[in-house]
Every structure is written in structure tokens, then in C-alpha cells.
């Protein structure tokens, strides 16, 4: 076998069209290396595709088209691809300039389609030359066993080696060996403590000298969450009158060896410091990192005047996609452990004098959130309600909710039995949307229908999805066309790389979170006008 060979044509031809279905509008606007390496994939799996069917064609022993024109039908074919790339390169920037002028961003300045093709070419010969290098492996030991075993059983053995052998170079060393350097950089990351970040000076913050828990054990997010919260200052010079200090329970990786000895410290520390003695009280399942949203948090505490309390615990030092492929049950049992100390101490106070409890979680956090418990533990004695945004595609709530929806609403803002338990709200429409009352308990779901990290789903490598269809989402293109494999791949792309501004993608907005937590966990003493003085707050606030 010849390890250089010329491509084949079937393999040129699917690999353009893949090329340029590459360039058209996503969810979200792709930076141009991104684009680059995507339209590069998208070129490798087409082509991919393409010899695929030639080989399948020729093992099913079909007839081949001979002629003596075939060299420059060939040449013909090959000048096809060229033009079809550029004018879909020529249209490239002016879909992603749409894209970025719907969202309120600044026009990129172009794709440069030298350095596109570039890109994507460097992308489809790496991969080439990993196919034939695997080809060639199977080739050799095919040739080797021939000897023994008939062809067939030779070159079906020889590939079951050649992918172990692949499988084992990529998970057992660049996997793993990426996955530690992942692991001890953001563990290093965790541990640094910012020239800048306050110690506390309240006996009612976490990590004070009063505390149960250090404040270097809080970890890099945990004493954010801690710091920056609104003070009492903060507070009472926006009334105009004086409020109390939020508290801030937070219980980082390092202050325990457990999530069910965290969990116990974390309810200690709430105990502590008064936290069941709020009239409110928020229990935040945080992302991967530990982060949680400020946005969320801050508009919530200045919603319910600052006489809230709020507890969370750590459960990993990587980032949400890397925690949902190395530890995503981890988080789940965290979660679980902190939910079943709050909740079992929470139920046991009195009725009348106990807060009311909430949940809360963005993105990976309202995943876990989710899972942190089942619903016929709380039945006899519920908490008041959940509030998730952003929920992630493999939340099992959230799609056998989106596939049981009411007849007539959309996929990317569905209503549910009408909205007694559960309602969905985006940047347009909030959770006033039900045709029977909201119950007492209550679960919210926000979400924008240009989030990638909700509605991306494998699935779409083949089937369109329902959000896709007329009518869409307001913040979604009206130029995004569903094509098979290509989408997919965009779509991932737009998990990990995409960009938006506050209030598109997976970037919410702290005027949507106001709207949702007032519609919620309904406040007293706001008017309109109040509302719109805070969310004006807010916005200027991101200014700054």
C-alpha cells in the first residue's frame, strides 16, 4: 500500500460541500482561527463520507463508470469544488456580520479566505495522514496474518488491532496526560489567592477569622463569591434606608475530604451565621469551577433587600465541559450531599418562621441542581421552587419537559401542562406565560434560543431539530440552515468557542434574571417603576 496517494475525487467533492455548509450561520458568531479548524473538520468528514461510499460501492461489486474522458471530467469536478468554496467564502463574513449586528456587536473585519483555506487545509492533512497512517498499520498486519487466516478474518483482526492500538495512544496517553495538566493547572488556579480580594471583616462571612471554614480553603471562586457580593453599604444607599448584609455561606474542595463532610460543614457555617434565620434562603449548585453567576446572585439579594442567605459547595477545579466528561457524577452526588443537610435541617424548623427555600443553578450548576434530589423525598414537604437557566442538553428534565410540551408552543419556549409547576421565559417573553395558575411550588426555566450549550444535541449530526423550524427564536438567524454532520459540528464549536454579548448565547442577562426572580419568588413592595430603576442599576453597572 502506498502511504502518498492522490485524493479521491468522490472524497473532494462531499468534502466541499461539507467546506462550504461549514461557513454558513450558527447560533453564535466564530472567531476566524475557530472557523478555520471547523471548516477544516467539517472538509475531513466529508471526504471521509465520500470514500467511504467508494469503497462500499466497490465490496458490493457495482459497476464502475470507465471512460477515456475521466482525467479531465476529474479536472472539471475538481474546478467545480474550487468555485463553489469561493462563493461561499464570499459570503462567509457578510452571514457573520448579520449575525453579530442582530446581537449588538461590532462587525468583524472579514475572512480572509487565504488563510481560511490555509487553515482548513492544515486541519483535513492531519487528519489524512492519521487515516493512512492507521490504514497502512492495518495494511501490515493484515499482510502478515494472510499466511494463517483467510482475508477476510486477516483485515477484519488487523483493524480491531490497529483501533485498539490508535484508542490506547489517544485515551491512555495524550487523554489522560492532558486531562492531569488540565487538573493540576486548574487546581493551581484554585489555590491563588488575588493581590486585590478583600479579606473578610464580618464575622457572618465565610472564611472570616470566625469562621468554620479558612479563607485560603474557600478556594480561587469561593472567595469571589464571598467578596464581591453587595454590602450593607451597598445596599442601604440604594434604598436610601438601612438593610442588612447578604449572607454568603460558600465550602471550597480543599475544606473537606468529602462531599457528605462538606455538605455537614456547610450547614454548620449557615447555622452559624444565621443564615435559617433570613427571610430567604438560595441553595446554588455552582458550574465545574466552582463560579457562580454574580449576575444571578446580585440581582437576587437586592430583589429581597439584602435579607437573604445563600449556600454553596464546590465539587471540582475544572471547567464544566471537562467536569461532564471526567467527574459529571461527582457533581451530581455534591450536590446531592449539600441538598440533603440543607433540606433535612431546613424541614425540621418551624413553618411559620422558616425561610423559604429556593435552588438555583446556571448551565453545568442547573444540571446538578436538578439531580440533587427526587421528588418524592420533598412531595410531603416541598421547598418553594428552582430556578435554572441555561440548563445543558443532557438535563433529563429539561428535554422530557421540551418533547412532552404543550401542542403549538415552540421548542425553544415551551409551555408545560399549561404552567402550573414549570415555565420557560427568554429576553422576550417572562414567566407571566401559563393558562392556569402558577402553583406553589414553582420551577423556572431561562433560556435564550441562541444558548448552543442548551439546545446542541448529537442528534442534530441527522435529524433537524424542532427549534429550527418556524416560528424561531428572536435572537436566532434567519439565514441558519439545517445540514447533516455539518450543523452538529457547528453547533459544537459553538459550545466551546462562540461569542456573545450579555444577553444572546449562554450569557445572561441580569435584567432576565431580575424578571425571573421577581416572577419567582415574588418580592414585596416593587412597582414597575422600581423595576426598571434596578435593571437600569444593573446595566450600568457592566458599563462601568
Known amino acids: 500500500m502506498r502511504f502518498f496517494s492522490y485524493p479521491n475525487i468522490v472524497g473532494l467533492l462531499l468534502g466541499t460541500v461539507f467546506f462550504a455548509f461549514s461557513l454558513t450561520p450558527s447560533l453564535l458568531p466564530r472567531p476566524f482561527l475557530i472557523q478555520g479548524v471547523l471548516s477544516g ?59 453579530r449586528s442582530m446581537m449588538g456587536m461590532e462587525p468583524s473585519t472579514g475572512i480572509q479566505p487565504i488563510m481560511l483555506g490555509l487553515i482548513a487545509g492544515l486541519v483535513f492533512l492531519v487528519a489524512l495522514g492519521l ?30 488491532v490497529a483501533a485498539v492500538l490508535f484508542w490506547s495512544v489517544i485515551d491512555g496517553v495524550l487523554m489522560k496526560g492532558l486531562l492531569r495538566a488540565a487538573d493540576s493547572s486548574f487546581q493551581q488556579l484554585d489555590s491563588l489567592i488575588d493581590d486585590d480580594m478583600p479579606l473578610p471583616a464580618l464575622d457572618i462571612q465565610t472564611g472570616s477569622s470566625a469562621s468554620l471554614i479558612s479563607w485560603k480553603e474557600l478556594g480561587r471562586q469561593g472567595r469571589r463569591f464571598v467578596a464581591e457580593g453587595p454590602t450593607t453599604e451597598d445596599l442601604s444607599a440604594y434604598f436610601n434606608t438601612p438593610l442588612p448584609t447578604p449572607i454568603r455561606v460558600y465550602v471550597g474542595l480543599e475544606s473537606a475530604e468529602t462531599p457528605e463532610l462538606r455538605a455537614k460543614l456547610a450547614l454548620e457555617e449557615l447555622k452559624r451565621v444565621g443564615g435559617f434565620e433570613r427571610s430567604v434562603l438560595l441553595l446554588v449548585t455552582p458550574t465545574g ?41 461527582y457533581g451530581e452526588e455534591a450536590a446531592r450531599a449539600l441538598f440533603t443537610e440543607i433540606y433535612g435541617h431546613w424541614r425540621t424548623l418551624p413553618r411559620d418562621t422558616r425561610p423559604r427555600l429556593y435552588l438555583s443553578g446556571m448551565s453545568l450548576g442547573s444540571l446538578n441542581s436538578d439531580l440533587s434530589f427526587d421528588l418524592y423525598d420533598i412531595i410531603d414537604e416541598p421547598f418553594h421552587g428552582a430556578l435554572w437557566a441555561g440548563p445543558p442538553f443532557r438535563n433529563d428534565t429539561w428535554r422530557r419537559i421540551t418533547a412532552q410540551r404543550d401542542p403549538g408552543s415552540p421548542a425553544w419556549l415551551p409551555t408545560f401542562r399549561g ?67 455539518v450543523t452538529m459540528l457547528q453547533l459544537a464549536a459553538d459550545t466551546m468557542f462562540g461569542t456573545a454579548p450579555k444577553g444572546f448565547g449562554h450569557e445572561y442577562a441580569p435584567e432576565h434574571y431580575i424578571d425571573a426572580w421577581l416572577a419567582l419568588t415574588e418580592p414585596a413592595g416593587w412597582s414597575e417603576s422600581d423595576i426598571d430603576q434596578l435593571k437600569s442599576y444593573f446595566k450600568s453597572r457592566q458599563s462601568d
Open 419 to 485: 404552567g402550573s409547576v414549570v415555565r420557560f421565559m427568554n429576553q422576550e417573553q417572562g414567566l407571566d406565560r401559563g393558562s392556569v395558575e402558577w402553583g406553589a411550588f414553582r420551577i423556572a426555566f431561562l433560556q435564550y434560543a441562541s444558548d448552543p450549550i442548551t439546545f446542541f444535541n448529537p442528534h442534530i449530526a441527522w435529524t433537524e431539530p424542532d427549534w429550527m423550524r418556524e416560528p424561531r427564536g428572536p435572537d436566532v438567524s434567519p439565514d441558519l440552515r439545517w445540514f447533516p454532520v
Open 41 to 99: 473538520l467539517s472538509f475531513t468528514v466529508g471526504y471521509g463520507v465520500g470514500i467511504t461510499g467508494v469503497w462500499l460501492w466497490y465490496y458490493l461489486q457495482l459497476p464502475v463508470f470507465q471512460s477515456r474522458w475521466s482525467f479531465r471530467l476529474k479536472m472539471v469536478a475538481m474546478l467545480l469544488c474550487v468555485l463553489f468554496a469561493i462563493s461561499f467564502i464570499w459570503q462567509a463574513s457578510t452571514w457573520q456580520n448579520a449575525l
Open 289 to 329: 469551577t466552582g463560579w457562580i453567576d454574580s449576575d444571578s446572585l446580585d440581582t437576587f439579594e437586592y430583589l429581597h433587600r439584602g435579607d437573604v442567605a445563600t449556600v454553596a459547595a464546590q465539587y471540582s477545579y475544572l471547567n464544566s465541559p471537562l467536569t461532564m466528561l471526567t467527574a459529571a457524577k
Open 131 to 160: 487515516a493512512r497512517l492507521f490504514k497502512w498499520i492495518m495494511h501490515s498486519l493484515a499482510i502478515r496474518w494472510r499466511r494463517y487466516v483467510p482475508d477476510r478474518i486477516s483485515y477484519m483482526t488487523s483493524f480491531l
